[in-house]
């Protein structure tokens, strides 16, 4: 991996404000390289994100806020990094994108492409893929039918020299077909998300009997929306009383891990509803283990938003219970 890569990996496990930060302290030719590297990556590896971490600072990977790169975020980067000077490093960050083979792709959406090319010759496919980011890659390989999956990603292995002009007629070929969707903007609207939202501000006995019905027809789809109705930051906003019942059923390890990744406000809640010496011991397993995985943290903070569930399915836990102050009659 070579240090323009680093770089760039680097600044995009880092929150987008800190990484602008420090390219603001590079040369404006160091700003276009790094950046057009970010919007040339798409996404990174958990294993890439730490050797650079581990190699770069002896910092807490729990706190880096991203994993996805993209053109979108090198411009963003670039905006915040230069100001009003930036106007020149993005003209010239999308003219190098888009002169890459299938440049113009890297800002659809991966379903978008998948619709125009999902009855091209499996070649096709392959020579198309070649040229995209890995995660953009996965995303349309994954929504190819079973029997031509294997055919596409061993045609993608085999792939030696293509002459440039093959790749210019399919790509011009693509783009034409594809300039209708290219020139319009679609939002997202509805999804998952939205019925979690929409669940988190409803009265509890609506919510409890939607999701039970609904659970007849789709129990994975309860669950996704129950993901994220509650997630791990949500603690911090527990009271006292809540904060004890989950200590009571999660070991200090899984602390360990999970409040890696935790806001200074969630660790203060957890820490403060200790004994001194339990608090101790945990601050010695968190020193211990150093520096960790994103993904480890993100899992095992899941495992402890599992357990929350399961105490609140018991009854013995109210994820309610602090967002309202009850009123008391005499």
């Known amino acids: 991996m070579n240090n323009l890569r680093k770089a760039a990996i680097l600044l995009m496990s880092l929150p987008e404000d800190d990484a602008a ?4 302290a590079l040369d404006p030719k160091e700003v276009e390289a790094v950046s057009v590297e970010i919007a040339k990556i798409g996404a990174i590896s958990g294993d890439d994100q730490a050797t650079v971490i581990h190699e770069f600072a002896e910092s807490n990977p729990g ?9 979108g975020l090198a411009k963003s980067l670039v905006e915040k990094a230069m100001g009003k000077n930036a106007a020149g490093t993005i003209r010239t960050l999308q003219q190098q994108i888009e002169a890459l083979p299938f440049g113009f792709l890297h800002d659809v959406d991966s379903q978008n492409l998948l619709t125009f090319i999902i009855d091209e010759h499996p070649q096709t496919i392959a020579l198309i893929l070649s040229h995209l980011p ?28 293509t002459s440039p002009e093959i790749i210019q007629e399919v790509e011009q070929g693509l783009e034409n077909r594809m300039s209708s969707v290219m020139s319009q903007r679609f939002e997202n609207a509805g999804g998952v998300p939205t019925v979690a939202e929409i669940l988190n501000v409803t009265d509890r006995a609506t919510e409890r009997a939607l999701l ?28 006292d009383k809540e904060i004890q019942t989950v200590l009571k059923n999660v070991d200090s390890a899984q602390w360990a891990m999970a409040l890696k990744g935790a806001s200074e406000g969630l660790k203060e809640k957890v820490f403060g509803n200790m004994s001194q010496r339990a608090r101790d011991t945990l601050a010695e397993e ?7 995985r994103l993904s480890s943290v993100e899992q095992m903070q899941q495992e402890i938003v599992d357990v929350v569930r399961s105490l609140e399915d018991a009854g013995e836990l109210d994820l309610h219970a602090s967002e309202v102050e009850e009123e008391f009659i005499q």
Do not use: C, H, T, W
């Open 212 to 239: 039970e019905n609904l659970a007849q027809e789709d129990p994975d789809l309860v669950e996704e929306i129950r993901r994220l109705m509650f997630v791990f930051e949500d603690m911090s906003k527990f009271g």
């Open 63 to 71: 706190g880096l806020g991203g994993e996805a790169g993209g053109l």
């Open 134 to 161: 890995a995660s953009y890659g996965a995303e349309v390989v994954s929504g190819l039918p079973a029997e031509r999956q294997l055919d596409v990603v061993r045609r993608v292995a085999n792939m030696g020299q």
């Open 21 to 24: 930060q420090l390219m603001g």
């Open 286 to 292: 968190m020193e211990y283990l150093g520096a960790v």
